[in-house]
């Protein structure tokens, strides 16, 4: 009787290097988590105005009657209109530069209606509150009046006639309608979440905008010195020869140079501002990118495919940029996790410093810097809050990259792909 052998087939896996990175990647959970959260960042830096509490530009209502609130701290507010033209933004614009307030915020402890004004006590915090007792006309909660024209209130008939703004004919409202729509639509009240800081601003609104600060930073601080970088390093590793050499040199001339103090200079002779920033971080980041791109080169210019492409006259930009270049993207990517995490630790120290982006832009640095006094006393979440920020934010980019280059192992994806 004659047996035969079932042959032993070895699967092939057709699916590409990328795809198996992609799934080691998958595994790290520690990467996955910092993948989420940055993505929950973007998004949150996206929409920007439209989901923040305060959405005024840069966050920045004050109440000065509300410095320094705990978290969760609540009040009634009374919302008296401004009395000037407000146009209403669209939800781009909106979205991001904010909307100016229509109303000017004004805590109160108690209030009730006398003939055509509302009389408010307003707040104070303490106890007993003791607040000032003032008047208000219920037209001017309600309305932006032109004050060229004046009220004319008629206590008979309990009603006010007035101007609106803008308007030639006059409106005529009794006191009761007013009352019933002051207590519906202008008396609220309102949370504020993670209290307020010394200026009264609510605290969770500006630490939202924070996070495109920084975003913003590190992703154009990062565009311009891989913009540099890769140019620098893949022409110095591809031609070699005196162009290599003095790549080189400046290579080692500004990484010679503290960091820090080269950001400062740079910063100092550009003007300070947030667009500075970008320029000053940007310009001093790409000598890690040029070296790495450098070395890469150097080591897949001699390979078969590289002179196939010299021998089929193809240029050398094309040589560079369509198949060098694009066998060295892992290492590169890997590189712009990290500077993305350095930038935005650069931004940040250099607005503590006050060199950074100015008041009144929400930056945690420039927030640490301003609550730094309130770190011995029980509000010292104010100088905390960022500073956890920051941490977060650069840590999740620093496990990002320490994924992806996992994930990115050549060797592993390849082993991986013959089902090694």
Known sequence: MIKFRKKKYVEIDSYSLAHHAWKRFKKNRLAMFSLYFIVLCVLVAILGYTITPDSTPNANNQVLELSVKPPGFKVQMLLNRENENIEQEG???????????????????????????IVVEGYTGSTPNNGPIVKYNMADI???????????????????????????????????????????????????????DQEGRDLLSRLMIGIRVSLAVGFISVLIAFSIGIFMGATAGFYRGKWDEFVMWLINVVWSLPTLLLVIAITLALGKGFWQVFIAVGLT????????????????????FIEAGNAM????????????????????????ADNFASAILIEAGLSFLGIGAQPPIASWGAMINTNRGYIITDSAYLAFLPGICIMFMVLAFFLLGNGLRDALDSKTSANQLIGA
């Open 142 to 196: 309600l309305y932006s009046l032109d004050f060229n024209k004046h009220l004319v209130n008629d206590s008979v008939n309990k009603s006010t006639t007035f101007y609106t703004f803008g308007s030639d004919k006059p409106l005529t409202r009794t006191y009761k309608d007013m009352s019933e729509e002051i207590t519906t639509k202008n008396i609220i009240t309102k949370t504020y979440l993670l209290g307020t």
């Open 313 to 336: 006259g193809f240029s050398d930009f094309r040589i560079i940029f369509k198949h060098i270049l694009p066998n060295i993207m892992g290492a590169i990517i890997v590189v712009a």
């Open 285 to 304: 980041m790409w000598v890690d990118v040029a070296r790495i791109v450098r070395g890469q080169v150097m080591s897949i210019r001699e390979e078969n």
């Open 91 to 117: 939800f781009f614009s909106k979205m991001l530069y904010g909307q100016q307030g229509f109303y000017h915020d004004i805590p109160i402890y108690h209030f009730g209606f006398q003939g055509p004004n």
